[in-house]
């Protein structure tokens, strides 16, 4: 068994610090050529797309309608990509690659909000009907848009597993790890509770189906974000005559003007990317099963909204654990350290002992957050493979008492196993996204005709009758249906449609 555990470890070592990180970052910057970088120049459009509720035709905003609202999509993506790493991760980063891993942090989230884009408009084109709403993923356009079903099948695996079972278990072991810090106590018999209670509250959640942990998440992720902004806001006015220069840190070591023993150039970039990829997911393939849930008029729209996600995780979270540390006392660089409790201790030294209370009710909600959303994306995998009631069942309890395990116990060689199956995720869905880049570009372009006359832009399968496999965009959905305000917009502009 430790035998096998190395040989994992190894190979995770060299995929993860070398392959996935250059693989993503040419993905990145073939998707936002390709796009002539849509993830910087529709930035008010994302915004619009989040908070929009569609008008159909004979609905009005208030009016309720299949699917979940582009923003529940949101906050259910967002409860995964945002979680320990965040805090953790980033913390890490830093003591290891220095400053600069910051610089290199933000680069890798915006190139990968292209990836994020594509991957994101291809699920929603390609969802299918899930009863009253929608489900789709990289697995739905492996199968339908490339006719792979075997690859969509290994990939429902995958994420199954990695995202269900494992990063289930570590967020509640940061969760244990954090509540233990606070109060001065690390026995089982605590951690258990902690799991215990943690394991009731999901479960209580998670067998209510998507629609509970949509409700939740769009509760907790706002809520969440709001504090660690006013705490990260409060750190930054209190040090502000030291933001000129941490900031100048950061360029100063990410460009190697600036270096410090055992954290020069190449380690800040590489922790940097290795942060930025592993926190946002941009690639990965997880955030667009959140995606294709969303009743939108333009699969474009969820592609917008998932890119915004990718900058929320990355520029506004990450970034606000980032200055609480720089801004803190100094901390020695070129070594491990252990990630919670150098954000706790940092955040201790601006606001007193709260500070580390506070960072574990924060965290708290982080991760308890992301066992939802990482739930869910494993459930919409489930359902890809089976659609028997008995197996989600199944797949519940075992999800639950990996939450609880997470607070007690310890499994390295599963926990490496979960890497290789982020790895292969990730080299699954990039193999997919690169040939079916072309027709989200062709979305992308018939969203901006539209836009470009003023109305709100919707799409109809009839549009590009050359795909395959779509199930959807029928003209059935009322939120597809072009308003009576815009068919008086086209017929002054002399155009005539029949959506």
């Known amino acids: 068994m430790d035998f096998l555990e190395n040989v994992v470890t190894t190979f995770n070592d060299g995929v993860w610090s070398w392959v996935l990180p250059w693989l993503l970052i040419a993905a ?11 993830q910087v120049r529709m930035v008010p459009d994302m915004f619009r797309a989040v908070v929009e509720r569609p008008k159909g035709e004979g609905r009005d905003e208030d009016e309720d309608y299949g699917g979940i609202s582009a923003f529940k999509a949101f906050t259910i993506s967002a409860a995964s990509r945002v979680g320990t790493g965040n805090v953790a991760g980033v913390a890490v980063a830093i003591s290891v690659g220095g400053p600069g891993a910051v610089f290199w942090m933000w680069l890798i989230a915006i190139l990968g909000g292209a990836t994020a884009f594509i991957e994101s408009t291809l699920a929603q084109l ?13 697995a739905y356009y492996m199968k339908r848009g490339l006719g792979w079903g075997p690859l969509g099948a290994l990939f429902s695996i995958a994420i199954a597993f990695t995202f269900g079972l494992v990063y289930n278990a570590f967020q509640t072991n940061a969760i244990a790890d954090a509540v233990s810090f606070s109060f001065d106590r690390d026995d089982t018999m605590f951690r258990s509770i902690i799991g215990v209670v943690i394991a009731v509250v999901a479960g209580l959640i998670i067998f209510g189906g998507v629609n509970r942990i949509a409700n939740i998440t769009q509760i907790i992720v706002p809520f969440m974000a709001v504090a660690y902004l006013l705490i990260g806001g ?8 030291k933001v000129p220069g941490m900031i100048g840190d950061i360029v100063a070591h990410a460009l190697g003007i600036k270096e410090i023993a055992g954290a020069g150039l190449g ?7 290795q942060r930025g990829l592993f926190s946002n997911e941009a690639g990965e393939g997880s955030a667009p099963n959140a995606a294709a849930t969303a009743a939108v008029s333009h699969p474009v729209k969820q592609g917008l909204v998932q890119t915004l996600g990718v900058y929320f995780d990355t520029l506004v979270v990450c970034t606000i654990t980032a200055f609480i540390i720089l801004l803190g006392p100094e901390i020695a660089y070129g070594a491990e350290a252990e990630g919670v409790s150098l954000t706790q201790a940092a955040l201790s030294s601006e606001v007193g002992n709260w500070g580390i209370h506070f960072v574990s009710f924060i965290l708290f909600f982080l991760a308890f957050s992301s066992i939802l959303g990482n739930y869910y994306l494993a459930e919409s995998n489930l359902e890809y493979l089976t659609q ?5 069942v199944v797949f519940r309890l ?3 008492f990996f939450v609880w395990f997470g607070a007690v116990g ?11 199956g982020a790895a292969t995720m990730v080299i699954l869905n990039i193999i997919a996204i690169v040939p079916l880049s072309g027709v989200a570009i062709k979305l992308l372009k018939n969203y901006n005709e539209q836009r470009s006359h003023g109305i709100d832009p919707v799409f109809h399968r009839d549009m590009m009758p050359e795909l395959k496999g779509v199930e959807c965009w029928d003209g059935s959905d009322p939120v597809t249906r072009r308003s009576e305000e815009d068919r008086r917009v086209l017929r ?3 155009h005539h449609d029949k959506y």
Do not use: C, H, Q
Not at 126 to 138: A, E, I, L, S, T
């Open 410 to 420: 310890s499994l390295p060689l599963v926990f490496a196993l979960a890497d290789t």
């Open 28 to 38: 990145g910057l073939f998707f936002g050529i390709r796009t002539a970088l849509v």
């Open 267 to 273: 380690m800040a970039m590489m922790k940097g990317i």
């Open 492 to 494: 002054e502009k002399g």
């Open 388 to 392: 028997s009631k008995i197996a989600l």
């Open 234 to 241: 409060f750190v930054v006015i209190a040090n502000f005559d």
């Open 398 to 400: 075992v999800v639950l």
């Open 126 to 138: 390609w969802k299918v009907r899930d009863g009253d709403g929608y489900r789709g993923g990289p």
